[in-house]
């Protein structure tokens, strides 16, 4: 006859008053006992994997597992930003004949040497901040998942910053916030800011890159002779506004205005630009910070955590300005290779500077998460108080056991995060004159 051998543990429960005595959570807690299956088939045992292997389910609590579900998101976001800093820190370490992975002060150094045989004054770079847009759709669902209260059905959603509106909202937004059109400028006349090709019929200042004739000091000159950079005088000719500006001329770009009318043309996109608390219904993302539904004290940081760490920036295009020194001024070789280099790091650069305004969000998406989740795991053992719900028990259970890898994780992704913001401040450091 076969002897069961068990291995009994009183589980942390006990306190809530339960008076359990049930198998521990191990894997060979029941060894291949079919008792050992019939646990496992119950849910009755801690799942084999947790956080640390990108697992979220542990619980079976809505609000726990929602939290442990955005630690998780927290640190995968944190990962991969970490990931795409390098790949771009490498690519410009190798441009200025570093190794791959070197310091990004290492990188500096060697920008600021690269720069310096080549222009005069560093670079002068100009671009609108980077967007990011959080999705309403995904803060909705995370609200819902946490919080048992919400309804997904009837979850709103609000965003404090910038979004796209349906035709339908116009007014309302025009009366709380502003309402601004996308496109087409009506007679290619920008009243606002142009994104594009600025034609100047008439000498005017040009803001970006002036590709024709300078009445003034001109940065570049293209084999023409023709400027093709800064100037420093009047622009005639085509103003190249890739950060975005004012148009003088014709704006054959995009144009963003505030229309008079409050009322935006069809055929152009319709921007509403309001604080959180103006209930303006958004279509799609949201270009700056969302506020999610009314949620539980407990699912708040969790729901604006899995908000931020699932958000989406854009790199933002550049508008780059420098002057050739003397010895590259009539070396166009030299120029030409430089010119050459500058394209490939634009890219690279535009890419970190999303990067760093990803970087913040998930910086404000850490900061209360850990907190919030003590709150969630301690609310949901501290109901559990003279139940004799077993499954749950168990739950509990498997919660406080993961809830002691949550600071650790927290702190290591927190880390790379603004590990990632400073060494993209440190190649920005290393532009400028």
């Not at 290492?106 to 901040?129: H, T, W, Y």
Request: glycine share 12%.
């Amino acid at each position: 006859m076969k002897t069961l051998k068990w291995r009994y543990s009183v589980v942390p429960v006990a306190f809530l008053g339960l008076g359990i005595v049930t198998a521990g959570c191990g894997e060979d807690a029941l060894g291949d006992s079919p008792i050992g299956d019939l646990a496992k088939q119950c849910g009755l045992v801690c799942a084999e994997k947790g956080i640390l292997q990108g697992n979220a389910s542990i619980s079976g609590n809505a609000s726990v597992d929602a939290f442990f579900g955005a630690v998780v998101d927290f640190k995968g976001a944190a990962e991969g930003l970490a990931a795409d800093v390098q790949a771009k820190l490498d690519a410009i370490a190798v441009s200025v004949g570093l190794e791959p992975g070197a310091a990004a002060a290492d990188i500096k150094a060697e920008l600021q040497a690269k720069l310096a045989a080549n222009v005069s004054g560093g670079l002068e770079v100009k671009f609108q901040p980077p967007k990011c847009s959080a999705s309403l759709e995904v803060t909705a669902n995370a609200a819902a998942a946490c919080d048992a209260s919400v309804d997904p059905g009837s979850v709103e959603v609000k965003c404090e910053g910038s979004c796209t509106i349906d035709a339908s909202m116009q007014a309302e937004c025009s009366a709380k916030g502003e309402l601004k059109c996308s496109g087409t400028a009506p007679n290619l006349e920008c009243e606002g800011s142009c994104t594009g090709e600025c034609k100047l019929e008439v000498g005017a200042t040009c803001e970006g890159t002036c590709k024709g004739e300078c009445k003034g000091e001109c940065s570049v000159k293209d084999g023409s002779g023709n400027c093709a950079g800064k100037c420093d005088g009047e622009c005639k000719g085509t103003c190249e506004l890739k950060a975005g500006g004012s148009c003088s001329g014709k704006c054959e770009g995009s144009c963003e205005w505030t229309p008079p009318e409050g009322e935006c043309s069809a055929g152009l996109e319709a921007k509403c630009e309001a604080s959180a608390d103006a209930d303006i219904q958004c279509k799609g993302g949201c270009d700056g910070k969302v506020t999610p539904p009314s949620v539980s004290a407990e699912c708040k940081a969790t729901v604006e955590a899995k908000a931020n760490a699932n958000a989406q920036c854009t790199p933002p295009e550049l508008d780059i300005a420098f002057k050739w020194n003397a010895q590259l001024e009539a070396d166009v070789n030299k120029q030409a290779e430089f010119k050459a280099w500058l394209t490939g790091f634009k890219a690279n650069y535009s890419a970190l500077l999303a990067a760093s305004a990803k970087a913040t969000l998930l910086a404000e998406a850490g900061a209360n998460l850990g907190a919030s989740g003590k709150a969630a795991v301690e609310g949901f053992v501290g109901n559990l108080k003279g139940s004799a719900d077993l499954k749950a028990s168990i739950g509990a259970v498997c919660a406080l056991a993961e809830l002691e890898h949550v600071p650790g994780i927290l702190t290591e992704a927190t880390g790379k995060v603004q590990g990632s913001i400073t060494a993209v401040a440190e190649i920005g450091g290393g532009i400028k004159g």
